[in-house]
């Protein structure tokens, strides 16, 4: 009996050990504020990886997060926000014991700095981690891989060298026709492009002066009730027209005037939706202006129907069209910015699967254009030309005259639209 007694003493000892061991088990934690230069980003989406299948997603309203790991694992954590780069960030516990966890470990502290991206330049570098982190038995602590680091640094900064250097220059071009529409007393287009200069670059100072120039000139030649009503009825009369584009400039003349105001803005929203309906549904470009050259003023980049298996298409779309003359319509361009990355990246394996099955050498032509369209969706432009050109050289190889003509000029459009200026001249000769 009493043998009975200490067996069970012992045994209950051990039980209450592990589940007092249990509780003294420390988590792994990962910590993290998102900035964009200095001050908080807000509305910033976080998905965690581990070991290739999701773990967590979350959206970051007060760009804080706080996230507990488990140990032996490998974790990717994708930050991004519409409009701006997105980072990636790796994290192993791979070398973390129960005995670390039992003494406790400090919380990884990763601060992250987001920044905008900008049509023309390759974020392909960012596919990878920004940094790698590990825990280290020798520091008894996670720490970073200072070398690789160092290189990602190096890189990151080379991709915000060519952003600035593409935003200075796309300031320089709305400044000189600002300026042109100013002088010749164009008032209202040239606030527009003053105000497109100003996206570009919001610390100069230059465009504010030039508004608030053409606000006191304005003033005193018309009364602003009575230009924002003039502009709605233009705006209307055109949208019943069917004048699409004509009608958006107007309706963003009239939200000058009183830029409150919602009637216009949602009509020009009603406007995007019902061209990006035409594209998706017709996969040609809908008549704007009921004019062949208007229709390259509408920056869209809705391509085709999305469809992975293209055997009766019969003809590749206009994937991209010109920037506007006048370019009043700069804020369109990308409009459609809620594109998935992981259903793009799914539709895109697909067709690169579709191109190897093919023993049709004119439909491989056209599924590499479809792969072209779908990288410029996600803003993958190097590898959107790359495509494009692949089947812009085997429409030249089979003589497909009708395919060089499609291939080609949405290749010039493509180098247009990311200020590739010169080489859009190539394919325009």
């Known amino acids: 009996m009493l043998y009975k007694v200490i067996k069970y003493c012992i045994l209950l000892f051990l039980i209450n050990s592990n589940i007092l061991y249990a509780q003294l088990l420390h988590s792994i934690v990962v910590k993290s504020n998102i900035t964009e230069n ?12 581990e070991n290739g299948k999701i773990y967590s997603k979350q959206n970051l309203i007060n760009a804080k997060f706080s996230q507990t790991l488990n140990i032996g694992k490998d974790y990717i954590f ?48 960012l596919d990878k981690p920004i940094t790698k982190i590990y825990y280290s038995d020798y520091e008894g602590d996670f720490i970073y891989d200072k070398d690789y680091y160092n290189k990602m640094k190096s890189k990151i900064l080379d991709v915000k060298n060519k952003i600035r250097n593409l935003r200075q220059q796309a300031y320089n071009k709305e400044i000189v026709k600002a300026d042109k529409n100013f002088n010749t007393k164009k ?63 107007y309706y963003k003349k009239a939200l000058l005037y009183k830029p409150a105001e919602s009637y216009p ?44 298996d293209i055997t009766n298409t019969k003809q590749s779309p206009v994937l991209f069209s010109n920037k506007s ?71 030249k190889n089979t003589n497909d005259t009708q395919q060089v003509a499609v291939t080609t000029e949405n290749i010039a459009l493509l180098y247009d639209n990311i200020y590739r200026y010169s080489k859009a001249l190539e394919f325009y000769n």
Do not use: C, H, M
């Open 38 to 49: 200095n001050k908080i980003l807000n509305n910033v989406s976080l998905k965690v990886y």
């Open 78 to 125: 994708v930050l991004s926000k519409p409009g701006y780069v997105s980072k990636k960030i790796e994290v192993s516990t791979k070398n973390v014991s129960n005995d670390e966890l039992k003494y406790g470990l400090y919380p990884i502290e990763i601060p992250v700095s987001l920044f905008k991206t900008f049509p023309g330049v390759s974020t392909d570098i």
């Open 187 to 249: 008032y209202e287009d040239a606030w527009l492009n003053y105000l497109n200069a100003e996206q570009y670059l919001p610390k100069e100072q230059y465009p504010i002066t030039q508004i608030n120039k053409i606000k006191d000139i304005l003033s005193t030649i018309s009364n602003f009730d009575k230009a924002y009503n003039k502009n709605i009825k233009k705006a209307d009369k055109n949208l019943n027209n069917k004048k699409y584009n004509d009608a958006i400039s």
């Open 265 to 308: 803005r949602n009509q020009i929203n009603n406007i995007l939706k019902l061209l990006s309906q035409n594209y998706a549904d017709n996969n040609t470009i809908p008549d704007i202006n009921n004019t062949t050259n208007n229709n390259k003023d509408i920056n869209q980049n809705i391509t085709y129907n999305g469809n992975t």
């Open 325 to 395: 003359k006048n370019n009043n319509d700069k804020n369109i361009l990308n409009n459609d910015k809620n594109v998935d990355e992981e259903e793009t990246y799914k539709k895109i394996k697909a067709l690169q699967t579709n191109v190897i099955k093919s023993d049709d050498i004119q439909q491989k032509s056209l599924i590499l254009f479809n792969i072209g369209s779908e990288y410029y969706k996600i803003g993958k432009f190097d590898k959107a030309i790359d495509n494009l050109q692949k089947s812009l050289n085997i429409s």
